[in-house]
């Protein structure tokens, strides 16, 4: 990657922001101030015209900085060329050449380095054999020859023997060596298990308990994921999150479990249980929230018609219902995952031309949290639109 690179890109960016301008018309002309419906309904245009996706992550990663200091992957760069009306980004740099720039030279300067590393790899082994050798130590014949001459047959052969009563003193000790050291092992191994099943005992005391949860009016498992709090006494309480479907496990050795379970679609349950006599398995009911399950429905629900009239008929029947569910002073929050932008915020009307809209990306809109006040109005939202690989988890 070169400098050039970067700013050929950069160039790129203006061609894309100019070719969405032609037939679409963003809150803002700058294609970095894009955010939120902007960037959903270039999305849309791309799959449309150049066949493919770039993940709102990346969308703000490379389009909501300039310059950039990295350059996307190729595939992506591809896309964005052939949206612009290229046929590929080497198309792309070609027709914008800048002062002096060959393309063509700059191929030829890295096979010119690629044959070098080649000629210095080949030249390897012819480098290695012309190395200094170190010298072999000579041998010590010399001396050995000398040794040889020396006469020893008058020489005197002197044997010691052992001493019979060292040798039975010195065996005393060594048999009580022999029992300490056993018996620091033995104390050692007593001292670990008792430390192991202190450390343990939690584990081996404990008893497991398996919560299922259902829809109260369908008998189905719940469809949304879970926020279950553990209350104990004189302790912080614990927080899990179960996924739709999923039951939650809890160990403990307390004689009494209280849990506070609450959901989007669904009316906060709190769950006392005297575990001396409870069942190891158990199946809780949760009631729905029709109201909130109806905002739902609503924001997700097809609009897609027969003919031009009945998807204007049914685009029409969509805003009315989330008229009547939402409340004129709604507070709506979009979640995003990343750094740059991590959450908007949306009025009433807003949040119901995002999803009166017909697009692809309508089918990942998930729910994190919606409220309602004593009149039934749903006064607050949060919700994500998830990426394709999110909803693959």
Same mark, same amino acid.
């Given at each position: 990657?070169?400098?050039?690179?970067?700013?050929?890109?950069?160039?790129?960016?203006?061609?894309?922001?100019?070719? /969405?301008?032609?037939?679409?018309?963003?809150?803002?002309?700058?294609?970095?101030?894009?955010?939120?419906? =902007?960037?959903?309904?270039?999305?849309? =245009?791309?799959? &449309?015209?150049?066949?493919?996706?770039?993940?709102?992550?990346?969308?703000?990663?490379?389009?909501?900085?300039?310059?950039?200091?990295?350059?996307?992957?190729?595939?992506?760069? %591809?896309?964005?060329?052939? +949206?612009?009306? +290229?046929?590929?980004?080497?198309e792309f740099k070609k027709q914008h050449l800048f002062a002096g720039e060959l393309l063509q030279e700059n191929e030829n300067l890295e096979e010119e380095e690629i044959d070098e590393l080649e000629k210095t790899v080949s030249e390897a082994p012819e480098t290695v054999k012309n190395e200094i050798q170190p010298k072999k130590p000579e041998t010590g014949i010399a001396q050995n020859a000398d040794l040889q001459k020396t006469n020893t047959e008058n020489q005197n052969i002197t044997q010691n023997k052992p001493d019979l009563n060292q040798i039975e003193i010195s065996s005393a000790p060594a048999k009580k060596n022999f029992?300490? &050291?056993?018996?620091?092992?033995?104390?050692? $191994?007593?001292?670990?298990?008792?430390?192991? @099943?202190?450390?343990?005992?939690?584990? @081996?005391? $404990?008893?497991?308990?398996?919560y299922c949860f259902i829809d109260k009016d369908r008998g189905v498992s719940v469809i949304n994921t879970l926020e279950i709090m553990v209350v104990k006494e004189n302790e912080s309480p614990l927080m899990y999150k179960i996924k739709p479907g999923e039951c939650f496990y809890y160990s403990t050795k307390d004689k009494n479990l209280k849990m506070r379970i609450s959901a989007p679609f669904y009316e906060p349950l709190e769950v006392n249980r005297n575990l001396e006599n409870a069942p190891e398995e158990e199946k809780i009911e949760l009631k729905p929230d029709?109201?909130?399950?109806?905002? /739902? /429905?609503?924001?997700?629900?097809?609009?897609?018609?027969? %003919?031009?009239?009945?998807?204007?008929?049914?685009?029409?029947?969509?805003?009315?219902?989330?008229?009547?569910?939402?409340? %004129?002073?709604?507070?709506?929050?979009q979640v995003y995952d990343?750094?740059? /932008?991590?959450?908007?915020?949306?009025?009433?009307?807003? +949040?119901?031309?995002?999803?009166?809209?017909?697009?692809?990306?309508?089918? %990942?809109?998930n729910v994190i949290e919606m409220k309602k006040d004593t009149k039934g109005k749903i006064v607050s939202i949060k919700f994500k639109i998830a990426t394709t690989d999110e909803k693959n988890k």
């Open positions: 990657m070169t400098d050039l690179d970067l700013l050929h890109f950069e160039q790129l960016k203006k061609d894309v922001q100019g070719q /969405y301008l032609k037939e679409h018309t963003p809150s803002q002309d700058d294609i970095s101030k894009w955010k939120g419906i =902007d960037i959903i309904y270039f999305q849309e =245009d791309l799959r &449309k015209k150049a066949k493919g996706n770039i993940s709102e992550k990346s969308f703000y990663t490379y389009f909501k900085t300039s310059p950039v200091t990295k350059l996307p992957r190729i595939d992506m760069l %591809n896309l964005l060329s052939i +949206y612009a009306g +290229y046929d590929s980004w080497y029992f300490k &050291k056993n018996a620091w092992a033995l104390v050692t $191994s007593v001292l670990i298990t008792i430390t192991g @099943l202190l450390g343990f005992k939690d584990v @081996l005391f $404990s008893k497991t308990y398996k029709d109201y909130k399950m109806a905002a /739902y /429905y609503f924001s997700i629900k097809d609009i897609k018609g027969g %003919n031009p009239d009945e998807q204007v008929a049914l685009i029409k029947q969509k805003r009315n219902q989330l008229e009547n569910l939402i409340s %004129n002073n709604a507070v709506i929050y990343n750094d740059t /932008y991590g959450i908007e915020s949306l009025n009433k009307q807003k +949040y119901i031309t995002l999803v009166t809209t017909p697009t692809t990306s309508l089918k %990942n809109l």
